[in-house]
């Protein structure tokens, strides 16, 4: 994580409390998410190995109780920290929401708290003319949030339901969000390439877009602050 050391100072120097916890909070959160991204990796290949093991069992008529009780647990684990990840990335997103809006405070007052309502608003164009520049840059650079968002909700509300397959693909799982050329439903995605399709997408976010960009926005001064836009 590359935030930025010229915003972080402000932010923990600064009189106000709440500016401070938004930086402790985000700091949190950012080490929840990889945190569980890295058991969700570990619980995947459990699952996987503990699947591999019942069938090689069935087939040699061996006993299976170990292997169906670890891949249970592994189950349950897998489950639990998928649905942390999506509410702490989301935590993630609305914190730095909140950052952005203190170091836009002079301009900013209604900006609101939620990176969702933030960008996907009908007060969007609103919201942008603070700071045409970055606002842009933002929603180009969160271009894959929708998404995430359409998956996340889908995930969380059929997670009791969500079926796991262990095929030649690896562990794969079926959420039921995106649709092949034809327009038929994709049954099954890789869990693994899934979860780190989104790690990637938020390294660049934070690495890449924050640190070039977030330092920019604060000015003591009245004048609309100018900000780079997103950089490669």
Known sequence: MRFPEYTKKILLQSDDAVAKSHYVK??????????????IMDDADQLENSSKKILAGLEKEEEITNSAKEALDALESLKLDLESFYVYIRALMDDICKIIKFLLRNFGEQLPESMNRLLFSTKF???????????????????????FIEKRDALLHKLHNVTFISDNRGLCFDIGTEKDVRGTEKTTQNIKKF????????????????SH???????EEVDVPT?????M
């Open 26 to 39: 985000y700091y949190d959160h950012h080490n929840f998410v990889f945190i569980i991204y890295e058991r």
């Open 125 to 147: 164009q609103e919201y942008k003319r603070i700071n045409v520049e970055f606002f842009e840059g933002l929603k180009d650079e969160l271009d894959w949030l929708p998404s």
């Open 195 to 210: 979860i780190e399709e989104n790690i990637s997408n938020l390294k660049h976010f934070e690495d890449v877009f924050l």
């Open 213 to 219: 960009n977030l330092s920019k926005i604060y000015r």
């Open 227 to 231: 900000v780079e836009n997103k950089t």
